[in-house]
Nanobody, 117 residues
């Protein structure tokens, strides 16, 4: 499965961005990770085919993950962005269901999100 992410960019604090990731095939679970300089990779949000979602505590209430009906595109709507949200964001997909898992089989290229303070 190939993943193509897009939508990153530069935004002022308090602003919004929407990331998109198109997969070449349907999978049961898709998620968004991010990695900031000097920090470990973090699972930001995930969604599975049952509609279950997961959000990191740091983005709860500000970010929303969703999928299209074909379940080949995942979106991450990011509102009220903070400086600390700046990172390279990666989409990922996996053929298993468990929403809490950090294990993903397929990875897309990263897209840079920069939030200016």
């Amino acid at each position: 499965v190939q993943l193509q992410a897009s939508g990153g960019g530069l935004v002022q604090a308090g602003g919004s961005l929407r990331l998109s990731c198109v997969a070449s095939a349907r999978t049961l679970r898709m998620g968004w990770f991010r990695r900031a300089p000097g920090k470990e990779r973090e699972l930001v949000a995930a969604i599975n085919s049952g509609g279950s979602t997961y959000y990191a505590e740091s983005v709860e209430g500000r970010f929303t993950i969703s999928r299209d009906n074909a379940e080949t595109t995942v979106y991450l709507q990011m509102n009220s962005l903070k400086f600390e949200d700046s990172a390279v964001y990666y989409c990922a997909a996996d053929p298993t269901w468990y929403i809490q898992s950090r294990d993903y089989m397929y990875w897309g290229q990263g897209t840079q999100v920069t939030v200016s303070s």
